[in-house]
Each structure stands twice: as structure tokens, then as C-alpha cells.
């Protein structure tokens, strides 16, 4: 019999925990945003204690730490007061107000149907859910300017006069969409606006640190590698995902070649792959309408069946057959076909390359 071909690999010499080091990944601590941790829980304290409070727009270019902040100090909120909920809603997923709300209403426990209500009924139903559950939202609205790019930005209009209280934390990359609003929008919604500056390297090299205590083995990861990853990603423009995403291409580089620690050439070696990798994306993205972009962002947290998606974006069938399609052919996702676990018929399971 021929040996296994799982015996004839090298063994995994240098990671402890790869999670540690993807973008889902909520540390403990955030090297670099101290500041505007103490800043967001100041603004969200009057709401935590039944007072009001001013909404807040958290802005900043890509991996300076917007959402991983947020989550961190709504994570704090939630275990500091009983008194209020948090609903995080991601607007590349659900990019229309009845998604939106559909979505709120769903995390606060009530049951929408995700067709055959209009808008307004839905608004309706959530409204006085709220109201008479005597609930105190927090709803944080991440890649907010998505609802701009849709013509969907009358959600904020309607939440800021709404009768029941809500604090909106809108998250996005382009702050400037939010000067297109309403000026009584802006006055009602009162947004306190909160910078996330690009990480200096010597942030970014204390996110490093921090994160590859937890993802590799004692001594597998040398602090000359945790250097080139800050520099590299500071050449990128301050993005800590691009450094964390390097350093742990890097593991698996050595790990290819059965290490049991990372060296220099393998920081190297991962930076030109990283390098390959984003020149042939962006090659492919070439002509990647919304929806195959809200596809591709719906896939970031994991790979998904195509029925999932469907039920998460709120497309016809049809529209997202021919969105996967057109991105299977340009390389960006694979599809593969499983049996249900019934027997009946087939499904797919969809996962970004």
C-alpha cells in the first residue's frame, strides 16, 4: 500500500493558534487606539446610564482598527449595562433600509419576514418592538457610506426622529459622504466624529507583537521578522491587516518547508506572494459591479452556501447565480457542489480564493 500522503508532509513546526493572527481575531488589547477606545466609551456612558447621547462617526482609512475598537468598547458597554442593546449591522451585507432594519429587528430577537413587507411596515413593527420592550439601542453601522453609494441613506433621517432611543456608531472609510446629509439629519443625529489616524510602525510593530504571542510557538517567530511585516504594511499605507496577513504567509512559508522558526527569507518570500496576490486581484476586479462586491464581502468572515447568501443579501436567485458565476470565471471564488446532508439534491458551498 502506498504510504499516506498526510505521513509524507513535514510536520507544523511553528504556529500555535493561526487565528490569532486573521482579521476576525478580537484581542484582548489594542496597541494604538487607547485614545480613541477612552473616547468612544465616553460618548456611549450618558446612554449606559439611561441619559442621552450624541452618535458618533468612527472614520479612518482601511486597518487602522475602526470596527476591532468598536467591538471591543460595545463588547465593554454590553457587560457594564443591562440597560441598553447593541445591534451591529454590516452595510456591505445589508446595504438597503429594509435589511437594515430587518437585520436590528432579527438581533433584537424579533422575528421579520425578509420579503412580502414594505419598508414602512417594517420600520413600523421595529419601532414599537422597541418601544414596548422599553429597549435603549446602540446601533452600529458599519461601512456605512454603503447606504449612500445605494441612495439608501433616508435610514439615518429616520432613526434620528425616531421616538424611541437610538444611538447610531457609523463606521466607514470616506467620512466625507456623511456632508451630504439633511441639515436637520445632522443636527438630530448630532454625530460626534472620532479619527482613526493610519497606524505608525511602531504601532503597527506592538499589534504584531501582541498577536504573535498568542498565534505562534515560543521563539518560532523572531522580532527581525516582526519589523519587515511593520515596514511592509506601513509602505501600504499604515493597513495592520496587510502586516498581520504577511506575518502569518510567512509561518506558512516556513512551515512548507518544515521549519521550526521563521526567518527573514520567509518574510520575504510571503511579501512577494503578497505582492503577486494583490496585482492579480486587482487585475480580476477589473469591472466588479456592487453586487459582486457585496458578494466578496459577505465571503470575508468564511466560506458560504449560495443559499445562505442569498437569504444574507436579500437577492433574487437568479441575480446571484449569474454575480457567482461571472466570479468563478475571473478566478475570485470557487464553487463546490455537495449532496445535502438529506439526500436531496445538491447545494453549493461558495469560498473566496
Known sequence: MAPNVFDELPPSGVFRDESALSPEFLPDVLPGREKQIEQLALALQPFASGRKASSVLVFGPPGTGKTSSAKYVLGQFKEFTQSAHVAYVNCWQHYTQQSVLAETARLLGLAVPRRGLATDEVRADLLNFIQKNAIRLVLVLDEADRLFHKKEEALLYDVSRASVPIVVVAITNTPDVFERLDPRVKSSLSLQPLDFPRYSPLEIKAILRDRLLKAFKVGACPEEAVGLCAAYAAKSGGDARVALDVLWKSGKVAERRGALKVTPDDVRAAMVE????????????????????????ALDAGPKYSSDLQKELDVPERTLRRHLEQLANKRLITLEEEVNVDGAGKRRLVRKV
Open 274 to 297: 503578497q505582492d503577486a496576490l494583490n496585482a492579480s486581484v486587482k487585475k480580476r476586479m477589473t469591472g466588479a459591479g456592487d453586487g459582486e462586491r457585496s458578494i466578496l464581502a
